[in-house]
């Protein structure tokens, strides 16, 4: 998914306040889920987005800054080393401040002065309830991931997604073998699970397929 594309951010939180001053550059913050974070532990979360954006110059750099917020984000295969392997991408509140970040930096650069979201704006991601999980993955055949749906395990806990995107039409991936890639967003309320723990995400098909993706919620920040 690419930036901004996300269907389930409120439009709002795209709206964004020009403030002449200069950025302030903090290194970069890390923690396991985080529901209680501050204004200004925000605020560093922001500005560590905009120093990996700052220093992009070309179309590769970026890529490989979106590369890198993904990989810390992400549970299951990873796609360098097993291209089809099933994998989701975590977008939790710090993700958002970070992704919100980066997009500052771009369009500062694009406008030529300081772009920094309202601290309104930034109080309505630190409130956001819910996790959304993007899963990818692949199979042999365009429309395999359609009706394909998602829970949340953890111990005896079964938590469902309070709703979830269709999956894409898969794409075709290069190579002589039939195979397609494909994904599919869904959010999960907070308040359903337990967001220091380890879990297992259980993505099911039609058919009766089952993936597990181990999903140790500790790490991710």
Known sequence: MGIGSSSFIPLSVFLFAVV???????????????????IEEANKSLAAGRQTMESAESVEDVAEVMKAS???????????????????????RRYWLEYFGRREAAESKRQKQDIRMPESKIQEILNMPY????????????????GAEIALQQGNLMARPVDIGPAERGRKNPGPKPSFRSRFTARFAYADF????????????????????????????
């Open 20 to 38: 002449n001053m200069s950025a302030m550059i903090f290194p970069p913050v890390s923690h396991s889920i985080d529901l209680s974070i501050s």
């Open 70 to 92: 993904e990989k810390v984000s992400r549970v299951g295969a990873d796609p360098e080393v097993d291209p089809c392997g099933t994998h989701a991408i975590l977008r939790t």
């Open 131 to 146: 996790l959304e999980v993007e899963v990818r993955l692949c199979g042999e055949e365009e429309f395999f991931a359609e």
């Open 194 to 221: 337990d967001p220091q723990a380890p879990g297992t995400l259980a993505v099911f098909f039609p058919d009766g397929k089952l993936i597990n993706i181990p999903a140790d919620f500790s790490k991710i920040p």
